[in-house]
């Protein structure tokens, strides 16, 4: 084995596409950090689970759980609106202040089981023309390609995301330090801030290695403290990124420049292969 890397931050994300907490340590499971994306809203009127893709002002949004996730339960999350109000995932008017806050109709739920699969369906688009619905959702110009999604899961044709969790794709997002100097060097004048991004693991590669390092670990596995991942596919990105976050002000240009010149991808997804713990300051090895 060797050392490429050591973990400096860990993320959790308790209500799909708010912001999300920081972690010293976690205990990486199947379904990866415990309690990432526990909760989700559902737009009625489209009939579907549905995150900052088409609501982005839930990128404004802070989530909290209100007590540690432990054995597969979600606990309530504290959820800070843009306009400094709390709303708690356990009261009554959730869903109508929710609904209030993004002008559609939403429901918030805490993950379902597997065997809900009409709670995962994908429902109608917005647009009839697909291209013109990819396009929006992964916010391209017309002259930019579109991201090849045949590297998904097949269960993303058919669902919002992999049944019984509401993840893009797989459980874990790692993004290294490296890469995010990339887009920085290309995008001088942006704010190129790691929460754009919101991985799970961000890295910091040994060495002072240079470039789009992690991409080369697709296919790999990486030993991360008592965990093991499987590197599976780059993380494609859409026009998440470029929305206003926290503090950070929306920008188009890093969109453009994640398309540009990272291939449309930044970080990549991993499946946890073996549980274990994992710590800020752990060394990262391949293996």
């Not at 688009?125 to 390609?145: K, S, Y």
């Not at 920008?251 to 710590?279: F, I, K, M, S, W």
């Amino acid at each position: 084995m060797s050392a490429i890397g050591r973990v400096v931050e860990i993320w959790r994300y308790p209500v799909k596409s708010m912001g999300g907490e920081r972690l010293d340590r976690a205990v990486l499971d199947p379904l990866g950090v415990p309690g990432d994306r526990g909760w989700a809203l559902r737009d009625e009127a489209a009939g579907e689970v549905r995150g900052a893709k088409k609501l982005p002002v839930l990128m404004r949004c802070q989530a909290r759980y209100d007590e540690e996730p432990a054995g597969g339960r979600i606990p309530t999350a504290t959820m800070t609106l843009p306009d400094g109000t709390r709303v708690r995932s356990s009261d009554a008017d959730a869903s109508a202040r929710l609904s209030a806050l993004v002008g559609r109709t939403v429901t918030l739920w805490p993950r379902q089981p597997p065997e809900r699969r009409d709670h995962y369906r994908r429902g109608m688009p917005d647009h009839p023309d697909l291209d013109t619905e990819l396009r929006e959702i992964f916010g391209r110009l017309p002259e930019e390609p579109l991201p090849d999604l045949s590297v998904l899961p097949p269960e993303l044709f058919e669902f919002t995301s992999p049944l019984g969790t509401y993840f893009d794709a797989f459980p874990i997002h790692l993004l290294t330090t490296a890469s995010l100097r990339v887009v920085a060097k290309h995008h001088p004048s942006g704010e190129v801030d790691r929460r754009r991004f919101r991985p799970n693991l961000l890295v910091e590669p040994l060495g002072g290695a240079r470039g789009l390092v992690e991409t080369n670990w697709c296919g790999r596995r990486l030993r991360i403290g008592g965990a093991v991942l499987s590197i599976t596919i780059p993380a494609m990105r859409c026009s998440m990124i470029a929305q206003p976050a926290d503090e950070l002000p929306k920008d188009p240009l890093v969109l453009r420049t994640v398309v540009r010149e990272a291939n449309q991808n930044l970080g990549v997804y991993a499946a946890v292969e073996q549980t274990g713990p994992v710590g800020v300051g752990d060394a990262v090895e391949l293996i």
